[in-house]
């Protein structure tokens, strides 16, 4: 009953089954059926090389870091500052220095917003963002709007799901104080042109932050050659642990930036008088961190810098342009999300069939996809649904599931017809 | 493919899914209530005609997934000619063939809601069956026609 859709062979080199045979919970069995796991967006599963390196690190380093002369004290904190290092090579910063280590993209959207928003925009200043961003590029910009009488300022989209550059453009004002914008977006797939929205803000002085939660798993991120001025991401979309992220900011920025949450770590001397703060990243890391995690989440990058994100990337497209074509041929299925240029995000609506029941059909045949508003509601009332259903691709992912996840579809407009 | 899946899906879920019942809005209505679940977005809009403490009339309008849908269809159904005092026992019943671990079986004497007793296996789904029934129990306590957005 599929339509007959030839797989695009993505590169002869790239061993899907290689990769698939170090997720150790893709041999999990649901309701019965083997697992195909479509909810990438939401956040992927771990190779055992990272979940080893959690192991092995409390079995064999741990302790504080920057605490300490005894031997393991020094052991973890060189662990720990080796992935800040893996993490600027990664998205290729100029230093390490500029790298802060945080719970996700969230709290570093959070730290810039109560940091640098508060000492640099104020009442009656504006801050843009765009019609497509996840809530956390929202809600911290309207908590700073409401403290600081700034203005929030919104680019729309169009009915692709892609930016309006135009109107962008001409929503910057003499007030813009920042720029912050999805770099791709985890509802709609789109991926935004950020080195053109970049130029543009620097032209007039202003800087930009960029949301990289769905990018970076997904794009080969250059920091420098982007010349942004904040980069976020989260480890947990890029086959790290959950609750560990980072936070890249330009070091003249960051510099000047007032620390966050006070403590431990984020100081150098400290008297009941007043407490001289740390230098950066340190400034910006108050208590003991998320040492084990972050030792992971450098693991991590080593275990995709090995596959190649390029060859990765690759991969995703070429499941990508095969979903998309086999979804086009359902009579009744919608895409939400057409931009020229997307990642590896498919994002859909059925005629008949509201997006829980898919979700909860598609579990039956052992699919996992994301429906609900995807931490988005804008976006939804944009494209005036309740809701979508999302697919969304990683590195294991395979033709094979998109058929399985296709057939589910098929059928389950039949049952509902 | 979906077999094992009709605990959840029956027949008459399908039915009042495709052909709700009292899908409709209500001029001469007393009370109105806008039902919300932000975890989905789902949204209803309840119209009663409250008489002499009687259910008159029930009707719904609004999107949302097959199991919210019937599960308002059916409570439409099921609350009109009840006292505002029954029409909450219902919403116990529901609360209970929802949630309970006992035997559906068990349960059949509770009526027509038991095809609900699907979702008991699907705990994020219990929040569908349940929105029409929040949203009658917030028609039933603001008794005045406060609770009308109009």
């Not at chain 2, 009042?16 to 989905?40: I, Q, W």
């Amino acid at each position: 009953m599929t339509t007959n859709v030839q797989p695009i062979v993505s590169d002869e080199a790239y061993d899907v089954e290689a990769i698939r045979k170090q997720f150790p919970i893709l041999k999990e069995q649901i309701r019965g059926k083997k697992l195909v796991y479509l909810d990438n967006a939401a956040t992927c599963h771990k190779p055992q090389v990272v979940i080893d390196a959690i192991s092995n690190f409390y079995s064999h380093d741990y302790s504080n870091v920057h605490r300490g002369v005894h031997t393991l004290s020094e052991r973890a904190t060189k662990k720990y500052e080796d992935a800040r290092k893996k993490v600027q090579q990664f998205i290729n910063a100029e230093s390490s220095d500029e790298i802060v280590f945080l719970r996700g993209t969230t709290e570093a959207i959070n730290l810039v917003a109560q940091t640098f928003g508060k000492a640099n925009i104020g009442e009656g200043d504006e801050v843009l963002i765009t019609a497509m961003e996840h809530h956390s590029n929202i809600v911290p910009w309207q908590m700073l709007c409401k403290e600081s009488g700034a203005v929030l300022k919104v680019a729309p989209i169009n009915e692709k799901g892609e930016l309006i550059f135009d109107q962008f453009e001409a929503l910057i004002s003499d007030r813009t104080k920042l720029v912050s914008v999805v770099h791709m977006s985890n509802a709609l797939g789109t991926v935004n042109p950020v080195k053109k929205i970049i130029d543009l803000a620097h032209a007039k002085n202003i800087p930009v932050m960029l949301d990289g939660a769905q990018a970076i798993p997904h794009l080969a991120v250059d920091v420098q050659e982007l010349d942004c001025d904040f980069y976020a991401f989260s480890g947990h979309k890029l086959y790290a642990p959950s609750g560990i992220g980072a936070l890249y900011v330009k070091r003249e920025i960051l510099e000047k930036m007032p620390p966050w949450q006070g403590g431990g770590d984020m100081i150098r001397t400290v008297t009941f008088e007043k407490s001289e703060y740390n230098s950066i990243p340190y400034r910006f890391e108050a208590g003991t961190p998320n040492i084990v995690d972050t030792v992971a989440l450098g693991t991590a990058l080593d275990f995709v810098s090995e596959i190649g994100i390029e060859a990765i990337a690759k991969h995703e497209q070429a499941l990508l342009d095969y979903a998309t074509e086999k979804a086009l041929k359902i009579e009744g299925m919608r895409l939400i999300g057409t931009a020229e240029d997307k990642g590896a995000i498919l994002s859909f609506v059925l005629d008949k069939v509201h997006p829980h029941d898919i979700g909860t059909m598609l579990d039956h045949c052992g699919i996992a996809v994301r429906a609900g508003h995807h931490c988005a509601m804008p976006v939804m009332d944009f494209f005036e649904v309740p809701a979508t259903a999302r697919a969304s691709f990683a590195m294991y992912n395979t033709f094979e599931e998109i058929d399985i996840l296709m057939d589910g579809i098929e059928n389950l407009i039949e049952v509902f017809g | 493919m979906f077999e094992d899946l009709r605990d959840l899906y029956q027949e008459v879920i399908f039915d009042h899914n495709r052909n709700p019942r009292n899908f409709r809005e209500m001029e001469d209505s007393n009370r109105k209530v806008e039902g919300f679940n932000p975890l989905c977005g789902d949204r209803m809009t309840l119209f009663l005609k409250v008489e002499g403490g009687i259910i008159q009339d029930a009707s719904f309008q609004g999107s949302g997934c097959a199991i919210s849908t019937a599960s308002a269809s059916l409570m439409t159904e099921i609350v009109k000619g009840m006292t505002e005092k029954e029409a909450d026992e219902q919403f116990e019943i529901l609360h209970k063939i929802t949630t309970s671990e006992d035997e559906v079986e068990n349960l059949e004497e509770l009526g027509k809601l038991a095809v609900l007793a699907g979702v008991r296996e699907y705990p994020a789904r219990v929040k569908c069956a349940t929105l029409p029934w929040h949203t009658l129990s917030a028609a039933i306590e603001n008794k005045e026609a406060s609770v009308s957005t109009e």
